[in-house]
Nanobody, 116 residues
Framework: QVRLAESGGGLAQAGGSLRLSCAAS????????MGWYRQALGKQREVVAT???????TYADSVKGRFTISRDNAKNTVYLQMNSLKSEDTAVYYC??????????WGQGTQVTVSS
């Protein structure tokens, strides 16, 4: 069973930065598409950024130019560097791993709160 452990969330001021990390267990990390999603209070979960096994990235329009997703296959870890934070970035952030062997897996989430 895949386990995804997020860390790095917390409280930041508007304009500040946070870096989220997600450590994955198992042996399929390198072949997996990894993603960060978020869910604000009262809203649906939305995709923030994804990175393919080959390193191709996608971003939600709302975070383009501010957030950067990256991965370290040697450490089975995916990162989300968040700069120029805004109050609307406040949400629970979830790590996602997808591959054809184990399917979709989710972390427990980490809270990010941005104060204005």
């Amino acid at each position: 069973q895949v386990r995804l452990a997020e860390s790095g969330g917390g409280l930041a001021q508007a304009g500040g930065s946070l870096r989220l990390s997600c450590a994955a267990s198992g042996r399929f990390f390198s072949i997996s598409r990894m993603g960060w999603y978020r869910q604000a209070l009262g809203k649906q979960r939305e995709v923030v950024a994804t990175i393919s096994s080959g390193g191709s990235t996608t971003y939600a329009d709302s975070v383009k130019g501010r957030f950067t997703i990256s991965r370290d296959n040697a450490k089975n870890t995916v990162y989300l560097q968040m700069n120029s934070l805004k109050s609307e970035d406040t949400a629970v952030y979830y790590c996602n791993q997808y591959n054809r062997v184990t399917g979709d897996d989710w972390g427990q989430g980490t809270q990010v709160t941005v104060s204005s």
